[in-house]
């Protein structure tokens, strides 16, 4: 095992898998496995309300049953357990100790409402969402007193304008930016809860995470978490944004496609190996759709491969995979 890579695939345990978490758990597995990796499997359930035991379960029986398997995880233990956020509170506490002690994070007070109404930024890497106007920066002490007897704040990281952040992707290369386009982002929510861009930053060093593939939806979100990882005083691991799968729409699968969780799949006869061989499939790896494990795969998988596009799953995709399960 080669101590120079460790990779994780880290859901949230909010609903059934489904085939787009499929997809990056095994392009995830199978990077860390030719390079001779190690491989972790990491609870992302810092919100426990909407965090099932059931999905816990049901995660790690589904990703078993794909073929995939870890070194480090919340039923195997390892140097760095435990791993589930919702246990690990004690550490992003102490990074946002950090933080306020370096004066880069401030309380906001605005409400969801004023939130939502902020117009979004024109253009950029994060034209797709608000953009805080940094409202309650510039709020007086004696004006942070007055609110926060009325109202418990959310905590905010500030970013400079001048800052400049430069991720080198793997499949999107090199791409610099100023995280500051995206505004001054939240690092814990006003009910306490931590937020996923903090939470992630401080798991993936703690961890020793060196590579990190996920879907291309967060490629902006690596901005932010490269940022924050130098102010924490870490490095950030290597990024590789793989292409989405989305529907016939153009939707990114979701929970909301119940058709396609991995559990819905099994109830019907697929197998593994089936599902495992359409992915590779659509990912370049095979000619043709056909079953296989994925440790037959392993020492020809190519990263580079993949496509650049989002990847359509079409309905006739799951009519063939239905056609040809065991019933």
């Not at 095992?1 to 345990?13: C, D, L, N, V």
């Not at 605005?110 to 109404?117: D, E, G, K």
């Not at 024109?122 to 797709?128: N, T, W």
């Not at 950030?236 to 496609?257: I, N």
């Amino acid at each position: 095992m080669t101590p120079s890579y460790k990779g994780r695939f880290a859901p949230s345990p909010t609903g059934y898998l489904h085939v787009g978490n499929a997809w990056v758990a095994v392009l995830a597995w199978l990077d860390a496995r030719r390079k001779g990796g190690a491989f972790i499997l990491r609870v992302e359930d810092l919100d426990e309300a909407r965090s099932r035991d059931a999905y816990r379960q049901a995660m790690i029986e589904d990703l078993r049953w794909l073929g995939i398997d870890w070194d480090e995880g919340p039923d195997v233990g390892g140097p760095a357990a435990p791993y589930e956020q919702r246990l690990r509170r004690g550490l992003y506490e102490q990074a946002l100790a950090r933080l306020r002690e370096a004066r880069e994070l401030y309380p906001c007070f605005c409400a969801r409402s004023r939130l939502l109404s902020i117009a979004s930024a024109p253009q950029g890497l994060f034209s797709d969402e608000p953009r805080y106007d940094r409202r309650c920066l510039r709020l007086s002490d004696a004006e942070r007193v007055e609110l926060a007897a009325v109202k418990q704040p959310s905590l905010r990281l500030h970013v400079p304008d001048e800052a400049l952040v430069t991720v080198d992707d793997r499949l999107l290369g090199r791409t610099t930016a100023r995280p500051a386009e995206g505004g001054d982002f939240v690092v814990r929510r006003a009910d306490g809860v931590m937020a996923y861009h903090l939470a992630v930053v401080v798991d993936d060093h703690a961890m020793g995470v060196t590579d990190v593939i996920r879907g291309a939806d967060l490629f902006p979100s690596a901005f932010r978490q490269v940022y924050l990882a130098a102010r924490l005083g870490y490095a950030p691991p290597r990024y590789a944004h793989v292409p989405l799968v989305v529907d016939e729409e153009g939707r990114r699968l979701a929970k909301r496609h119940g058709d396609l969780s991995l559990r819905a799949l099994r109830q019907v006869g697929v197998r593994s190996e089936q599902l495992v061989g359409f992915l590779l499939w659509l990912a370049g790896q095979l000619d043709r759709p056909e079953p296989v494990r994925l440790a037959e795969v392993t020492h020809r998988f190519d990263l580079a491969r993949l496509p650049r596009h989002p990847v359509v799953w079409r309905k006739a995709y799951t009519a063939w995979l239905q056609a040809h399960a065991d019933l």
